[in-house]
């Protein structure tokens, strides 16, 4: 999952940064609305954590700007603003979260792990795909009930896959999900980790459309 960092607080967003990338999630952070606006405005983001007391263009306007476009990904609000008016003029604003600062980063990816699951239309917290299991929570993969070791980026694969059984995936719409601003994959790098999942997991598992994309078939 690619997240789009909104913070202007330099530790704290370092310190986000970090902690959402050990915990499995592609982020790209920006610090201030102008360069938020810009970046949704051009690129795909599968959810946003966004802060509101920021320079050049407020959160809240970056938020509206982002849903009159039409962009329907969460949007997850990270704030100090603590009044209930604040968080009732946010949520209407369209986010779908609102966290007050200090945050704990568990709390954080547990309501972005929620915000993903409800954005996919799904309420169980595990994946499931016949005798394979995938939990978000734990990092824990399994195979007809044998834990299956895999990279970060294998299973951050695998999970894009899994939520979207039976879509076809084009290439460019997992390496967006992939891959942030700092990353720079090789050409054939989401082929080696296609090839990597198919062996640990089975040959017939990932199919791939040629030309088109690839896919988990339900």
């Given amino acids: 999952m690619r997240i789009l960092l909104v913070e202007d607080d330099p530790q704290l967003g370092d310190g986000l940064t970090v902690g959402l990338r050990q915990a499995g999630f592609a982020v790209d ?17 599968d959810l946003v954590v966004l802060d509101l007391g920021l320079p050049r263009l407020s959160g809240m306007d970056v938020l509206s700007r982002a849903r009159q476009r039409g962009q329907a990904m969460p ?16 949520l209407d604003a369209g986010a779908d979260d609102y966290l007050v600062k200090p945050i704990d980063l568990d709390e954080l990816t547990a309501r972005i792990r929620a915000l993903a699951r409800r954005s996919a239309g799904r309420a169980a917290p595990l994946l499931t795909h016949g005798d394979l299991t995938l939990d978000p929570a734990a990092h824990i993969v399994t195979l007809a009930g044998q834990p299956v070791e895999l990279s970060s980026r294998e299973f951050s694969l695998l999970q894009m896959l899994l939520e979207n059984t039976g879509r076809v995936l084009s290439r460019t719409q997992l390496e967006q999900s992939l891959y942030g601003w700092r990353d720079e994959p090789d050409s054939n790098a989401l082929e080696v980790h296609i090839h990597h999942l198919r062996k640990k997991l089975g040959s017939d598992l990932i199919r791939t459309l040629r030309g088109v994309g690839y896919t988990i078939a339900k």
């Fill in 75 to 90: 949007i997850l609000i990270l704030t100090a603003r603590d009044a209930t008016g604040d968080k009732v003029s946010g």
């Fill in 29 to 45: 952070w920006v610090k201030d609305g102008n360069a938020a606006d810009h970046a949704l405005h051009a690129e795909s983001f």
